[in-house]
């Protein structure tokens, strides 16, 4: 096998590791019931419009949107674009059923600030993790670098707009929008960013220089 091959099964499960964290948080966000992040939080209200799951939704919409990607920004499409888009939506579903089929939890107010916090850090764990892999962005994220790209507009304010946009949608098909959906649209950058440099990069990269150090020594 050869040193890339390798580096890439490496990159492909810290993705897939990365987007199961990032959907446990949203489904702790969800079940708190402080809102999620506006992508979310909109698929879940069209979905439930449309009597669909949020997994099966939120599939068929990312179909949609990768083949814009594709067409407009095929540069941002990788493994990790695929593993996003067809994980994401079904895991968040699995994390809900877990939550409410298996533990019981009395949404007091404390509660639901416990599950406000460690949703916002779970997500952006996960989000730190999946994105530190470097296979890609998910079609979503890939949206407001292509409009970047083409208008030349700055990256925060495209991606601030492409976000209330969302959460508009959500409000408008009743998607649970709160304090969470706020957070996530606003303020994770910050804590995205400390995960990068504390965490999710150092051990990636990490992990590829070791494959690639064992490599050198055959």
């Not at 702790?28 to 949020?54: E, H, K």
């Not at 995960?195 to 999710?200: E, I, L, M, P, T």
Request: proline share 3%; no cysteine.
């Amino acid at each position: 096998m050869t040193k890339e091959i390798k580096e890439k099964i490496i990159r492909s499960l810290f993705a897939f590791i990365g987007v199961g964290i990032l959907a446990l948080g949203a489904a702790t966000l969800r079940i708190g019931q402080v809102g999620l992040d506006p992508y979310t939080a909109a698929n879940i209200g069209v979905g439930n419009t449309l009597g669909l799951s949020l997994g099966v939704y939120q599939l068929g919409i990312n179909i949609v949107i990768l083949i814009l990607v594709f067409i407009f920004g095929r540069k941002y499409i990788g493994i990790g674009t695929i593993i996003n888009m067809v994980l994401t939506g079904f895991f968040i579903d699995f994390f809900t059923w877990m939550y409410t089929d298996i533990f019981t939890i009395k949404l007091t107010l404390v509660i639901r600030g416990l599950l406000l916090i460690a949703g916002v850090l779970i997500f952006t764990f996960g989000a730190s993790f999946y994105m530190s892999a470097k296979l890609g962005n998910a079609p979503y994220d890939a949206i407001a670098p292509i409009i970047v790209d083409r208008t030349h507009f700055s990256y925060r304010s495209v991606r601030v707009t492409q976000d209330i946009g969302f959460v508009l949608l959500a409000f408008l098909f009743g998607g649970p929008v709160g304090i969470g959906t706020v957070i996530n649209a606003f303020f994770t950058g910050p804590l995205i960013e400390f995960w990068n440099q504390k965490v999710s990069e150092p051990l990636i990269e990490g992990q590829v220089m070791k494959v690639n150090t064992m490599n050198k020594g055959r």
